[in-house]
């Protein structure tokens, strides 16, 4: 249960982070353009691109939480559920 319920709250943290808080007049606008301005390996995961944001969160989310009790595979289907979760929320989004 806490799986679904860590990955989707961390897909939604990411998707708010990269297309609200980072946006001009918000609290993080500043942000956005000097993250715009560094490479795009760089840039990506710190706010460019919200899958990117999503994996991140979830890589290091998961190794805080399960650190003495790691699981490669459960790790990665972390990572890649969360990310989905980024997807359904587009798609939800362009859909209205």
């Known amino acids: 249960m806490q799986f679904w319920v860590h990955?989707?709250?961390?897909?939604?943290a990411a998707w708010v982070y990269c297309y609200i808080l980072?946006?001009?007049?918000?609290?993080l606008g500043w942000l956005e353009n000097w993250i715009a301005r560094l490479p795009s390996w760089?840039?990506?995961?710190?706010?460019?691109?919200e899958y990117?944001?999503?994996g991140q969160m979830a890589l290091w989310f998961y190794l805080y939480r399960n650190f003495y009790e790691?699981?490669?595979?459960?790790?990665i289907l972390f990572i890649t559920t969360t990310i989905f979760i980024v997807e359904i929320i587009n798609v939800w989004?362009?859909?209205?």
């Open 70 to 75: 790691y699981d490669l595979i459960e790790h």
């Open 22 to 27: 980072l946006k001009d007049g918000m609290i």
């Open 7 to 12: 990955s989707i709250l961390l897909a939604i």
């Open 93 to 96: 989004k362009q859909s209205k």
């Open 52 to 54: 990117c944001v999503a």
């Open 42 to 49: 760089l840039c990506e995961p710190l706010g460019g691109c």
